[in-house]
């Protein structure tokens, strides 16, 4: 069952939910300078800044695009996309958590499973889209092995629904976590775009072992629906 979230159930800003809670001891371990600055310009996350270089490098998302978010929540990706993409542009975002944030107007969040997405639901998103962002990550173990065979499933499905949706010519971004199939789904996006590159933001953690794949010019037609 996928739910269509146009506004949260409650107005909440970011700087709002950052007085209403105690800081954790593992809030302040990660604590660093983009999370300060994400806090200063209301995004609710530090992961905006990677998609900032992201776009400075590669221009993914131009005014007018229509852009699909996989992984929204919290929504720091949605509102730049947002912003970027302008007001004849829209964002489609999915995630199984909640966007607790106010969002533009040109903005609709579905909160459903990544893997049980099926054409009902498709059909519902629609189509023709211009750019399909996936900065998903599973939930980690601990084992690298295992943290990175999930992060390859979660590349997969957004892989396919990118096959699905993109429109000729549209791009697609994915965060994977680097281990044995990476190089696997490296060579996947290169057969189906016309240029593949591979990108480390500045603004990763050191320690983090994830790396944006972006695939630039979708080459074929799309796939009518998940077989």
Request: aromatic fraction near 12%; charged fraction near 25%; hydrophobic fraction near 40%.
């Amino acid at each position: 069952m996928v739910r269509l979230f146009t506004k949260p159930s409650s107005f909440l800003t970011w700087k709002t939910l950052e007085y209403m809670k105690s800081p954790s001891p593992k809030a302040n371990k990660w604590e660093d300078h983009f999370s300060r600055l994400a806090r200063k310009e209301n995004f609710p996350a530090r992961s905006v800044y990677k998609l900032q270089e992201i776009q400075k490098r590669f221009r993914l998302i131009k005014k007018g695009d229509s852009v699909l978010d996989l992984g929204c929540s919290p929504g720091s990706w949605t509102l730049y996309a947002s912003d970027l993409a302008g007001e004849k542009g829209t964002i489609t975002g999915i995630d199984i958590k909640k966007v607790e944030i106010k969002i533009p107007s040109n903005v609709r969040i579905y909160n459903c499973d990544i893997f049980e997405i099926d054409n009902e639901i498709l059909a519902s998103i629609g189509r023709d889209f211009n750019v399909v962002l996936s900065d998903m990550a599973p939930s980690t173990t601990g084992s690298k092995s295992a943290d990175a065979a999930r992060s390859f499933d979660l590349c997969v499905a957004a892989f396919n629904i990118a096959k699905t949706l993109l429109v000729p010519g549209g791009s697609f971004l994915c965060k994977i976590f680097q281990g044995e199939d990476f190089k696997k789904f490296s060579e996947m996006v290169r057969a189906a775009f016309n240029t593949q590159k591979i990108f480390k933001p500045q603004s990763s953690r050191k320690a983090s072992k994830e790396i944006y794949i972006v695939g630039l010019g979708f080459k074929g037609s799309r796939i009518r629906g998940f077989q």
